[in-house]
């Protein structure tokens, strides 16, 4: 199969076969980037509520630049990785102010911007601006390296860079960003990681792996490190006067930066839980409390390690709360709790705090 049949074949299965999105088809390049970040490590399924809400409440760019960054947190609260959504929200500054409200049409000018990397740059470009730079993500790699029977680890940068090589040579310069889309449905529809559906596959009379019967181990990914798993204590400190709870607002530069959070960190070996809440809330606050009651335990999984979250009512004892390691702390009521953007595992404990009230 040569690479213009590869193209043809490829082009012609998606014009019959594309899934519907809310982007697709979309010409604003505005929304188109807005998709891209979003579905970095999401699922179409998850991202499309998010986005249909997204532009509900930030429609352009200027909209986005001029809003608050607590704002964009609290519609991206659930969709997790923060990180993109304060780069998305720092990069529409410099749409507005570097390239007059206008998202840069070319790839060396697009990557430019906060949080924008090879990936969605080949993606904006070729999809808004029919630019012929090819897309390199998880999908791309299983096609690529099952078509080309490509048995070295896909973790390392010399398989990467051999793949985006490959997707560089077969992109369909007058249709590159249907090209794109068509190689990411391709893994995600047919070419997917286990049992992949080869019979309806449009490049199936190229593809090594299938006539080596080896789909079962191309793409080969080596084991990842074991994930660290933390216990964690954190502290929901009530106010006497008013029953107000006390929450403190993550550094800017922190994982989960600019989201809230009720405080707390990690149990230390031969700790009781009620003392690891103790002794952050008083490195933390600078305060005396009284760990005296669980609300609630919970596990969370994030990306390089996972978390069981104990949570305890708490007593303030003595002192006043300083924001000694966060930005802000603040006394708010059950009631405005949902007003805030919350990391999922702390969102869970508001949502508890709610029903209670």
Same mark, same amino acid.
């Given at each position: 199969?040569?690479?213009?049949?590869?193209?043809?074949?490829?082009?012609?299965?998606?014009?019959?076969?594309?899934?519907?999105?809310?982007?697709?088809?979309?010409?604003?390049?505005?929304?188109?980037?807005? =998709?891209?970040?979003?579905?970095?490590?999401?699922?179409?399924?998850?991202?499309?509520?998010?986005?249909?809400?997204?532009?509900?409440?930030?429609?352009?760019?200027?909209?986005? *630049?001029?809003?608050?960054?607590?704002?964009?947190?609290?519609?991206?609260?659930?969709?997790?990785?923060?990180? +993109?959504?304060?780069?998305?929200?720092?990069?529409?500054?410099?749409?507005?102010?570097?390239? $007059?409200?206008?998202?840069?049409?070319?790839?060396?000018?697009?990557?430019?911007?906060?949080?924008?990397?090879?990936?969605?740059?080949? *993606?904006?470009?070729?999809?808004?601006?029919?630019?012929?730079?090819?897309?390199?993500?998880?999908?791309?790699? +299983?096609?690529?390296? +099952?078509?080309?029977?490509?048995? $070295?680890?896909?973790?390392?940068?010399?398989?990467?860079?051999?793949?985006?090589?490959?997707?560089?040579?077969?992109?369909?310069?007058?249709?590159?960003?249907?090209?794109?889309?068509?190689?990411?449905?391709?893994?995600?529809?047919?070419?997917?990681?286990?049992?992949?559906?080869?019979?309806?596959?449009?490049?199936?009379?190229?593809?090594?792996?299938?006539?080596?019967?080896?789909?079962?181990?191309?793409?080969?990914?080596? &084991?990842?490190?074991?994930?660290?798993?933390?216990?964690?204590?954190?502290?929901?400190?009530? @106010?006497?006067? $008013?029953?107000?709870?006390?929450?403190?607002? @993550?550094?800017? $530069?922190?994982?989960?930066?600019?989201?809230?959070?009720? &405080?707390?960190?990690?149990?230390?070996?031969?700790?009781?839980?009620?003392?690891?809440?103790? +002794?952050?809330?008083?490195?933390?606050?600078?305060?005396?409390?009284?760990?005296?009651?669980?609300?609630?335990?919970?596990?969370?999984?994030? =990306?390089?390690?996972?978390?069981?979250?104990?949570?305890?009512?708490?007593?303030?004892?003595?002192?006043?709360?300083?924001?000694?390691?966060?930005?802000?702390?603040?006394?708010?009521?059950?009631?405005?709790?949902?007003?805030?953007?919350?990391?999922?595992?702390?969102?869970?404990?508001?949502?508890?705090?709610?029903?209670? =009230?």
């Amino acid at each position: 199969m040569t690479n213009q049949e590869f193209a043809t074949e490829l082009l012609n299965w998606y014009q019959d076969h594309k899934r519907q999105m809310p982007w697709r088809g979309e010409a604003d390049p505005y929304k188109i980037w807005i =998709s891209e970040i979003m579905l970095q490590q999401t699922r179409v399924d998850q991202a499309t509520p998010y986005f249909q809400n997204f532009i509900s409440l930030f429609p352009t760019v200027y909209d986005l *630049a001029k809003s608050d960054q607590q704002e964009v947190l609290k519609a991206w609260e659930g969709l997790g990785y923060y990180s +993109r959504a304060r780069n998305l929200h720092a990069a529409s500054k410099m749409v507005v102010e570097e390239f $007059d409200g206008k998202v840069p049409e070319t790839y060396n000018k697009i990557i430019k911007l906060k949080g924008v990397g090879p990936y969605t740059a080949a *993606a904006v470009t070729s999809i808004a601006f029919n630019k012929p730079n090819a897309v390199v993500d998880g999908n791309v790699i +299983r096609v690529l390296t +099952r078509y080309l029977g490509i048995e $070295d680890d896909t973790r390392s940068t010399k398989t990467r860079r051999k793949v985006q090589e490959f997707a560089s040579e077969l992109i369909d310069p007058e249709h590159p960003g249907d090209f794109n889309q068509a190689m990411m449905e391709l893994g995600s529809e047919i070419c997917t990681p286990s049992n992949p559906d080869c019979q309806n596959c449009p490049i199936q009379a190229g593809c090594v792996a299938t006539k080596m019967a080896k789909t079962d181990t191309i793409p080969y990914k080596s &084991p990842a490190k074991k994930k660290p798993h933390h216990i964690i204590g954190v502290g929901i400190i009530e @106010r006497d006067e $008013d029953d107000k709870i006390l929450i403190a607002l @993550r550094p800017n $530069d922190a994982m989960l930066g600019g989201l809230w959070e009720f &405080p707390g960190g990690k149990k230390e070996d031969n700790e009781k839980i009620q003392q690891t809440v103790e +002794r952050e809330l008083k490195e933390e606050l600078g305060v005396e409390v009284k760990a005296y009651k669980e609300l609630m335990s919970l596990k969370h999984t994030y =990306s390089h390690f996972s978390i069981t979250m104990h949570a305890w009512f708490c007593k303030l004892i003595s002192g006043d709360p300083k924001p000694k390691e966060s930005q802000e702390v603040r006394w708010v009521s059950r009631e405005e709790l949902g007003k805030f953007p919350f990391p999922k595992a702390n969102k869970v404990l508001t949502e508890k705090l709610t029903q209670k =009230s």
